[in-house]
């Protein structure tokens, strides 16, 4: 999916950047393929339109405020937080013919972010009961750039047969590869997922959880936000809370803002936010090495590559942004033209009850419509374990 070419997906809420790097001066950034700029409107709202006058299309961010309204640099127009352009200094202050307007975005400030949605948002903005719980407090983690889609940080973040892999240089247990039980429940705007394992805790976990076994569990509480959100709600034997939430917003197709914030039940007392940030960015950046290495037009077809039971969430979560594009007349953009993994036709995937779903396949079952994305998906039962 060439993420930037599907217009459905820019009408969900995305974090793009602090509510306090948002001052006096206009911001560049890019969003969905588009040069995009915020500024502080009226009453200091934040505003944001496409990155180009509409007189000569110079960029609007080399530009100031004045008194709400967006200048531009070369020849002082200006806009107001809607796009219009409301006042042409060359012609006495009038706007020009016609009302135009550039495109706009729609802004809000939550929890020390600008968001933005462009178009009419398809769901109400995501309820994160902790961070409405004085019992939590926010720890901001980190805002880059990773060189990969934004489809492959979402999957990673629901990835349970990673974590052995990739993680073992913090809290993964080297041999210990059979996934662990996945429960999840679909709902309108996404999935919840749950799930218990052991994890490694080592010396800076011991001193971030206050728990000092060489081991510890955790019980996990996931919800997935169509299309690139997550929460992560994960407990400890001791009590210890920690939330994760991640946007991956597309800049282009093949970058992704990565933005990660913490809510956490203790104390800056008990454990200080470097602390908490710097064992998070340990383990984010396990994953980012590998994430970058993949091909970032990910394809929501699940013939383009193979699977195995523990993909379950992202192949539900293809299914789910496969019917949201066609839900709203668009169908899937690619410039993919066969599979990633071998040249020829198209493996089908074995889906007799005993079978390891997509693990297997021969040349003899070869079938360009030949997978079954249900038996995959384990529905109702059969990829549970
Ligand atoms: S290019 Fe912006 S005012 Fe001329
Ligand atoms: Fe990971």
Known sequence: MLQTQQPVLQRFWYPVMYSRELVEQPKAIRFFGQDVVLWRAEEGRPAAVIDRCMHRTARLSLGWVDKGQLR????????????????????????????PRLPAFHCQERLGYIWLC???????????????DPGFRLVHEFIETW????????????????????????????GQDTPPKLDIEEFEGGFHMKAHFEVANPDDQKRNLGIPGERTTRTLDKTWYLPFGRRMRITYPNGVVQVIMNWAVPMDDDRTLMVQFALRNDTEADV???EVIAWDRKV????????????????????????????????????RLKALLEAHGESERTRIQSNFYEQGPVASVPTSPGSQAGMD?????????GVDVEALEGRPTRIAS
């Open 72 to 99: 531009c640099r070369y020849h002082g127009w200006a806009y107001g937080a809607n796009g219009a352009c409301l006042a042409v200094p060359q012609v006495g202050g009038r706007p020009p013919a016609g009302q």
């Open 361 to 369: 396949s021969t040349a003899s079952e070869v079938s360009p419509a």
């Open 147 to 174: 060189q990969c889609s934004s489809l492959r940080v979402l999957e990673n973040v629901f990835d349970m047969a990673h974590i052995n892999y990739v993680h073992l240089g913090t809290f993964g247990v080297a």
């Open 272 to 274: 200080p936010a470097e």
């Open 284 to 319: 984010t950046l396990e994953d980012k090495v590998v994430l970058e290495t993949t091909e970032w037009d990910t394809p929501l077809e699940p013939v383009r590559e193979r699977h195995m039971p523990a993909d379950r969430p992202s192949l539900i979560m293809r299914r």
């Open 118 to 132: 462009k178009g009419e948002p398809l769901h109400p903005f995501p309820h994160i009961p902790e961070a409405e």
